[in-house]
């Protein structure tokens, strides 16, 4: 088992950044994939980024060249930066974790709400 638990999500305006975190616990972190979903509401989930165990970083049209995705091993923790944001970008964000070479994210985070006001 994996436990994820994101933190940083707050109220900004828009333009604003903000630094999401996703602390992991119970396995090898530097083994497993790692994710950032979003939902907004009345919507469906919505890739964001991705960073692989080996540091492959993926990032979902709408998000390239705003957010940066990162992980730091030693800490067993994962990071997204969010610039230039954006009142579309008012969501829950979930962090998800996937062990290398699985199709699916096996371990999801409780999710961290983020609003941009305009």
């Known amino acids: 088992q994996v436990q994820l638990v994101e933190s940083g999500g707050g109220l900004v305006q828009a333009g604003g950044s903000l630094k999401l975190s996703c602390a992991a616990s119970?396995?090898?972190?530097?083994?497993?994939?790692m994710g950032w979903f979003r939902q907004a509401p009345g919507k469906e989930r919505d890739f964001v980024a991705a960073i692989s165990w080996n540091s492959n970083i993926y990032y979902g049209d709408t998000m390239k060249g705003r957010f940066t995705i990162s992980r730091d091993n030693a800490k067993n923790t994962g990071y997204l930066q969010m610039n230039s944001l954006k009142p579309e970008d008012t969501a829950v964000y979930f962090c998800?974790?996937?062990?290398?070479?699985?199709?699916?994210?096996?371990?999801w985070g409780q999710g961290t709400q983020v609003t941009v006001s305009s």
């Open positions: 119970g396995r090898t972190f530097s083994l497993y994939d």
């Open positions: 998800a974790a996937r062990y290398r070479g699985d199709v699916n994210y096996a371990y």
